[in-house]
């Protein structure tokens, strides 16, 4: 175990020693329960049980979107600490071995490399994580979503730290009025880029505006250089001649003083936006904001969807959760994104509905075109253009 030696507080210039908090999200789809729905009440179980006994951590508290289980973990080991990575690997491996026995969907989806995974194989669980030294008071928001990738994140992060439509505070809060730093990752060259808001927006949108590629990483605040927000974005592997990602994904955001109030973080949700995964991670539909207790996608596996959970950090201590989307001022998005969803469902196999063939996670083309390759004739040619 390496310990860190602890950090001066910079906040105020004051002399006190204080330690700073690791906030770490892990998550990985170790087995579906019904289908690619739900978490099977025995995983959660199970992961409670073996979070409980690790002395490693502060606090942490365990949840589900879909079929995805989600560790919430408080520490003082910093980010990519190898023995919380092996920690929660173990977990998720621990609930892997319950997920086989009840024979539940695609057990070991995320960690092992021959579990049926639907769309994609044994790429290991999903991290956003962030350390922090606690404000007086740090309030956070942690953003799950099943059924779609990481470019989920880039419409909501872009509105919630540069769009004054959304977050009144980028014009009246003296804190904020600097701008925030987008960190975006080129998930396919594995390169990232730095843009400053707002003066870089209309440059950035043309790469966060095509999510399946370029995605947000990190947002920085640009007055105090500290972290804002960090999603679960990773580098697009090749697998097979395609490129394949971590579907479902995380993001942390912090709120309040200095950066957007917890309602302007949620607001980024009350127009629900298309993104890509649904069912098969084949198909676009937009993504529907959910109470956990609704978070079991199942019409057509979907429609994709988000939580929001928000907790007031006290010296690493997870002082929640509040289930931020149970608000029926929500009502109206979720009525949209379901009026959606049936326009979208009409078109069936037909794009744009069904993701263009090059995004597809996986296809017949291959094998349809080598069966029927010696049906097809060549066109005659047109004769007022040679072509
Ligand atoms: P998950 O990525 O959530 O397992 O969904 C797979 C799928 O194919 C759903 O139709
Ligand atoms: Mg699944
Ligand atoms: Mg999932």
Excluded at 149 to 178: E, Q, R, S, V
Excluded at 181 to 194: G, R
Aim: glycine share 10%; net charge negative; hydrophobic share 40%.
């Amino acid at each position: 175990m390496r310990h860190r030696p602890p950090n001066i507080n910079r906040w105020k210039g004051e002399n006190k020693i204080e330690k700073k908090i690791t906030l770490s999200v892990i998550k990985a789809d170790v087995g579906g329960f019904v289908g690619h729905s739900g978490v099977h009440p025995e995983l959660v179980k199970k992961a409670c049980e073996e979070l409980d006994a690790s002395p490693l951590l502060i606090d942490h508290h365990v949840t589900y979107v879909g079929d995805d289980i989600n560790l919430i973990l408080t520490h003082e080991l910093g980010c990519n600490n190898e023995d919380i990575r092996r920690l929660a690997r173990n977990i998720l491996s621990a609930c892997t071995e319950v997920a086989k026995k009840l024979k539940l969907c695609g057990a070991g989806q995320d960690l092992l490399s021959d579990a049926f995974a639907g769309n994609i194989k044994g790429l290991g669980p999903g991290v956003a994580e962030m350390e922090i030294e606690e404000r007086k008071s740090e309030t956070v928001i942690i953003l799950m979503a099943d059924k779609t990738g990481a470019g989920a994140w880039n419409l909501p992060l872009y509105k919630i730290f540069a769009d004054p439509f959304n977050t009144t505070g980028l014009i009246i809060d003296p804190n904020m009025h600097c701008g925030f730093n987008f960190e975006v990752y080129d998930l396919v060259e594995k390169k990232k880029i730095n843009f400053a808001a707002p003066e870089e927006i209309y440059d950035m949108l043309v790469f966060i505006g095509a999510p399946g590629r370029f995605v947000i990483k990190h947002v920085y605040h640009r007055g105090t250089g500290e972290i804002a927000a960090v999603s679960s974005a990773q580098p697009l592997y090749r697998v097979a001649g395609r490129y394949v990602g971590k579907d479902d994904p995380v993001c942390i955001v912090r709120c309040q003083t200095g950066y957007p109030s917890l309602g302007e973080v949620l607001e980024a949700f009350s127009h629900p936006h298309l993104v890509a995964g649904w069912l098969r991670g084949s198909h676009i539909g937009p993504l529907l904001p959910v109470e956990v207790k609704d978070a079991h996608p199942v019409r057509f596996d979907g429609p994709p969807r988000v939580i929001a959970l928000g907790f007031q950090l006290a010296g690493g201590k997870l002082v929640g959760p509040q289930d931020m989307f149970a608000d029926p001022a929500f009502d109206n998005a979720r009525q949209v994104a379901l009026d959606i969803a049936d326009y979208m469902r009409r078109m069936g196999p037909f794009e744009p509905h069904r993701l263009h063939l090059d995004e597809m996670e996986y296809t017949t083309m291959p094998q349809v075109m080598r069966k029927l390759k010696d049906r097809f004739i060549d066109l005659p040619e047109d004769r007022e253009t040679g072509t």
